[in-house]
C-alpha cells in the first residue's frame, strides 16, 4: 500500500522529477551553446564531474551544486531572485498573494 499521495494526480502538472529533468535539459543546452564540455564545465563550476553528470541526465543535484552551476553561467542573479524577500504590489495584497 502507497502511503503517498502523488500531487501530481491532484493537479494534473509534470512530475517534480519531470521538472528537474527539464531544468538540467535548459541548464545542459547553455553550457553546450557557450562551448563549454563537462569537464571543462565542471573545472569550472567546482562540481564533480560525476555529480554534473548526474544532473544532466537524471535532474539531480543538491542546492550547493545548483548555485554553482548557475554562477559558473552567469545565471546566479536569476536563482537568487526565487530567495530574495521582496515587498508585494497594492496590486498583489488586493488579489491576495
Request: charged share 30%; glycine share 8%; proline share 1%.
Amino acid at each position: 500500500m502507497n502511503r503517498y499521495i502523488d500531487l501530481n494526480d491532484l493537479w494534473g502538472t509534470q512530475s517534480i522529477e519531470d521538472e528537474a529533468k527539464a531544468l538540467a535539459k535548459r541548464l545542459r543546452s547553455i553550457r553546450r551553446n557557450r562551448g563549454l564540455s563537462q569537464v571543462a564545465f565542471a573545472d569550472k563550476s567546482g562540481i564533480p564531474l560525476g555529480t554534473l553528470k548526474v544532473f544532466e541526465t537524471k535532474g539531480k543535484i543538491s542546492l550547493k551544486h545548483l548555485f554553482r552551476y548557475a554562477k559558473a553561467l552567469g545565471l546566479d542573479h536569476e536563482l537568487n531572485a526565487l530567495f530574495t524577500k521582496r515587498e508585494l504590489t497594492l496590486e498583489e495584497m488586493r488579489n491576495g498573494k
